[in-house]
């Protein structure tokens, strides 16, 4: 989980200091806190403020957020971990074509809870939880190949 007390330090270091954009990542979650988003995605800067994103790729470019969603969705997006693809591989919601997936979005996880299963190399690789909450989005389809570092669920620990 991460520290909202954290979060805000990092924002007011990077706002008081010459630094345009801080990216910290620490097990599962990223952080990226840029005072001009703007410069990467190609518009106008001059009204965008400090924005926080928590994605697992930066360079992906995503449009701005009305001024007052941003805020609301800066800090839902904060409290979202994602859990990523540690391997290239398929994505395997159940452990057979029959059977029911491992979770749902809604359904609250345990520490060491199979998540899913990626399959590399006609080998079968459990993916379990490291943290206890509640699955938040299910970011890939079933039989779905996934590179390393893609963001396959998102969570909202405990």
Known sequence: MIDMAFLKRLIELVESSDIDTLEISRWATKIRISKNPSAILGVNAASTPLTLRTDANPSVAQPPAPAGAEAVET?????????????VGTFYRAPAPDADPYVEVGDHVKVGQTLCILEAMKLMNELEA?????????AVENAEPVEYGQALFRIRPD
Do not use: F, H
């Open 75 to 87: 800090v839902e997006q904060a409290e979202l971990l994602e859990v990523t693809s540690p391997m």
């Open 130 to 138: 490291e943290v206890a909450g509640t699955i938040v989005e299910i």
